[in-house]
């Protein structure tokens, strides 16, 4: 039986790739800064463990915990609505720590196990921002194209030891907890010069035809995961899709 340890699994994306791989018949080690049993299947495959990636402290004894896992899903994250101008230095720090050195510290965290077996892999799930600029995400797709860039390469840095890497690119979903998870961090952020770009942009949102199902990310991780070819990128979502297909053209 596989495991995967899947980063940000209270909820969203998270939580239905956990519930997805546990019905595939995988062992689950579902991760959360405040572990929360009641919103998973009770069963002897699904572990719910404490996991904050931006300490270093917590990520030890998670994996301390979790035993060998065969799949690291780094699914973790914040989202940043807002002007870039009125956007604090420290709140996009914060969006960092969690977007993007918490993906690159839980993959320094189970490299060495991977590298020892010489096996695994390791899935990044980042955004469709980084297929098509939206305005007043510039922090947050700063964050998510990071990893963009730290995949692709480390993808080729571990071939010699037989460990893959991949990247899911989510669409946009209205079911989403993007702008949940960013809590305390919206206030302010949309001053009065960009409320009117503010409106446009959630007016061409609320018409778009087709949007990505928490359940189409679950599927695309897995796929990703049981994928046996060099493909790395992989957008999830019929939007998500749709814009690939248009950066590639």
Do not use: C
């Not at 796929?223 to 990128?233: C, K, M």
């Amino acid at each position: 039986m596989k495991t995967v340890l899947i980063t940000g699994a209270s909820s969203g994306y998270g939580l239905e790739t956990a519930r997805h791989f546990h019905a595939q018949g995988w062992h689950v080690i579902a991760t959360m800064r405040t572990p929360r049993k009641d919103v998973l299947p009770e069963s002897p495959r699904m572990q719910v463990v404490a996991l904050d990636v931006t300490s270093a402290g917590s990520i030890a004894a998670a994996l301390a915990q979790s035993g060998p896992i065969d799949v690291l899903v780094n699914n973790a994250g914040i989202g940043l609505f807002g002007a870039s101008e009125a956007t604090p230095m420290a709140t996009i720090r914060e969006v960092f720590e969690t977007n993007t050195f918490g993906v690159m510290a839980m993959t320094q965290a189970v490299l060495p196990g991977f590298r020892e077996r010489g096996s695994g892999l390791i899935v990044n799930v980042t955004s469709s921002a980084v297929l098509m600029p939206m305005p007043l995400v510039a922090p947050y797709t700063a964050s998510k194209t990071a990893i963009e860039g730290y995949t692709a390469s480390l993808a080729l840095e571990l071939e010699a030891f037989n460990i893959r890497v991949k990247l899911v690119q989510p669409g946009y979903g209205p079911t989403t907890r993007f702008a949940s998870n960013s809590g305390h961090r919206l206030e302010g952020l949309v001053t009065e010069p960009y409320a009117p770009l503010a409106q446009r942009m959630f007016a061409s949102l609320s018409e778009m035809p087709a949007f990505t199902r928490e359940t189409d990310v679950a599927e695309t991780v897995w796929q990703a995961a049981n994928d046996g070819t060099g493909r790395l990128r992989w957008p999830a979502g019929a939007d998500a899709v749709a814009l690939a297909a248009l950066s590639a053209s």
